[in-house]
């Protein structure tokens, strides 16, 4: 019998896409509702920024108008200090107490610093955020943000924008089998392929920005994504068959005429 | 961009030199960070504001005057990753 499709549940609360958007990159807002649209996503991230008085209309209000939730990001934090003040403004601007949590360690790479984003968690976690933090691929750390109390998880694939793909696919495989909290395949994805590759690892959602909103038609590698994301989630739940060495014909031998 | 609260200086209020979002301003004194909100937003909604690194919770605007060297921070959703 074919198991039915489950929502995403993080914190208790169903996310109905297992596509996660990020919103950075995009040419207009109306570029921005397209691929919303065509993504299915029900959760996007937004960055928390210094208001331009000259702004008129915002991504909240394309958001809304979707009916997608907000998850406000820390980016650009370096310190865990930096990224607790960030999380709490978010909480005041947006009236929500979910947090993408970021706290970079180096600039070239953008790749997580693992202390500071562990005590970050830990200071969030004391004041009733949902934490979801952007991490690396390291089980380890992975079970520390979880102890931490972080709803979620959300290891890179490969440095934020990179496009490169899912460079430890066996660290996510990893963390998807100790992990009691849903695992977010976060950053580094190129194109469709690595988040149904991402789903097929047993991640429960992907995240996906620069790839969708730096491709040629926004719109339409969103909709990619949506496909590739179902497409991997149906087949880890249908089950891959094992790796041989060798082939294993499919057509029966029995019966084969003797020409 | 403060030509409403330039009005409070003929009451003969003293000014405070305070930063916001970087930028070095001058409000009269008595200048709430509500003030100050709607000075540099066309709405209050999905705004918040820090001063010298503390979150000011909306409900506490109004009664928050500026004081000399205030460090605000008004801040908003943009697009991002």
Redesign the interface.
């Known amino acids: 019998m074919t198991r039915a499709h489950e929502p995403l549940v993080v914190a208790g609360c169903e996310v109905s896409s297992r596509l996660v958007i ?5 040419p207009s807002l109306d570029v ?1 509702d397209a691929v919303v649209a065509a993504s299915g996503a029900s959760l996007a ?7 331009d ?1 000259a ?2 209309g ?3 209000d394309v958001l809304a108008a979707r009916h997608v939730d ?1 998850l ?2 820390t ?1 650009g934090c370096f310190t865990a200090d930096e990224a607790v ?1 960030t999380a ?3 909480r ?3 009236g929500t107490d979910w947090v993408k949590l970021e706290v970079i360690g180096d600039e070239d790479t953008l790749l997580p610093d693992a202390l500071e984003l562990l005590d970050a968690a830990e200071q969030l976690c004391d004041q009733g955020f949902v934490v979801l933090p952007y991490t690396n691929d390291d089980p380890v750390l992975a079970r520390r943000l979880e102890q931490a109390g972080c709803a979620a998880v959300m290891p890179l694939g490969s440095p ?2 990179s496009g490169l793909g899912i460079r430890n696919p066996h660290n996510i495989a990893l963390m998807v089998e100790q992990s009691s909290v849903p695992v977010i395949l976060d950053a580094g994805i190129g194109t469709a392929s690595d988040a149904a590759l991402a789903m097929e690892l047993g991640c429960a959602a992907v995240m996906v ?2 790839a969708i909103t730096r491709s040629r038609e926004p719109a339409r590698m969103a909709r990619a994504f949506r496909a590739a994301v179902e497409a991997g989630y149906d087949a880890r739940l249908a089950g891959r068959i094992p790796r041989r060495y060798r082939a294993r014909a499919s057509s029966p031998t029995e019966g084969r005429p003797d020409l | 961009m403060l030509g409403r609260m330039g009005d409070a200086i003929a009451l003969g209020g003293a000014e405070v030199d305070i930063t916001v979002n970087g930028h070095p301003e001058t409000v009269p004194h008595g200048t709430t960070v509500a003030d100050l909100v709607r000075a540099w937003c066309p709405s209050p909604d999905g705004v918040a504001v820090a001063c010298n690194r503390a979150v000011v919770p909306k409900s506490e605007w109004s009664s928050r005057p500026l004081a000399a060297r205030d460090r605000v921070e008004i801040v908003t959703a943009a697009a991002g990753g």
Do not use: Q
């Open positions: 990020g919103t950075g990159g995009l921005l991230t937004v960055a928390v920024r210094r208001v008085p702004a008129r915002g991504i909240l907000v406000p990001n980016a003040l709490k403004l978010a005041e601007a947006f934020i924008g920005a620069s």
